[in-house]
């Protein structure tokens, strides 16, 4: 039993040293000019370690909405749906986006390109 207990005492001794040398690098080693580059490799490398942990919430995929539709009736949604089907750049220098020629003034016309899916 008292074996048992001297394994615990020092497991908790080292997972205490181990947390002040964690905060020691994070907290104090921006001061320090010698401590500056181990210091950004560590937060790095601790950062990118909890991120395979705890993964955070995608927030670029979860803005995205992925639409699904079936392949056979992809054709027929595609002269209606009001997508824009032509690009072109205006005067300003700026990307448009018009659903069929006729929506794209006549001086961009001839330099709208389709857009293929």
């Known amino acids: 039993m008292v074996r048992l207990?001297?394994?615990i005492l020092w497991g908790l001794i080292f997972v205490l040293v181990l947390l002040a040398i964690d905060l020691s690098l994070i907290y104090l080693g921006?001061?320090?000019s010698f401590a500056s580059a181990p210091r950004r490799f560590?937060?790095?490398f601790r950062t990118r370690?909890?991120?395979l942990v705890?993964?955070?919430e995608d927030v670029?995929?979860?803005k995205i909405a992925v639409r699904e539709e079936p392949v056979s009736g992809r054709k027929a949604s595609?002269?209606?749906d009001g997508e824009p089907r032509y690009?072109?750049?205006d005067g300003e220098g700026e990307i448009r986006f018009a659903v069929t020629l006729r929506d794209i003034p006549s001086a961009f016309r001839s330099e709208a390109k389709s857009l293929a899916r």
């Open 78 to 80: 595609l002269a209606n």
């Open 42 to 44: 560590y937060v790095d």
């Open 54 to 56: 705890f993964p955070e």
């Open 49 to 51: 370690l909890l991120l």
């Open 30 to 32: 921006s001061d320090i």
């Open 87 to 89: 690009f072109y750049i």
């Open 60 to 62: 670029v995929a979860a």
């Open 5 to 7: 207990g001297r394994v």
